[in-house]
């Protein structure tokens, strides 16, 4: 099993900036893309971006030049820089992992993170 943890969201003004961090334990040999997702109320849950574990990025239209994504293969934890912040971005945020080498694979996925923007 792999266990994702997320941290730093919050709430912050329209313009602000803020980082999310998500730490991955356990059996983490295998895991491939790790990757930032969204839902807001009423929302499907949305890709916002994701990483390859050779660092190759893909993003969002909407958050393209926001944010930015990197990870810490030692570490195994990936990161979400997000500035500029605009009220639409206000959701709650889920680390995904995907493994694909090993025992048990298949997507984890975090507990979520709420990102609040306010006007």
């Known amino acids: 099993q792999v266990q994702l943890v997320e941290s730093g969201g919050g709430s912050v003004q329209a313009g602000g900036s803020l980082r999310l961090s998500c730490a991955a334990s356990?059996?983490?040999?295998?895991?491939?893309?790790m990757g930032w997702y969204r839902q807001a109320p009423g929302n499907q849950r949305e890709l916002v971006a994701s990483i390859s574990d050779d660092h190759t990025t893909n993003y969002a239209d909407s958050v393209k030049g926001r944010f930015t994504i990197s990870r810490d293969n030692a570490k195994n934890t990936v990161y979400l820089q997000m500035n500029s912040l605009k009220p639409e971005d206000t959701a709650v945020y889920y680390c995904k992992a995907k493994k694909i080498f090993g025992l048990q694979k298949g997507d984890y996925w975090g507990q979520g993170t709420q990102v609040t923007v306010s006007s």
């Open positions: 356990g059996s983490t040999f295998g895991i491939a893309d």
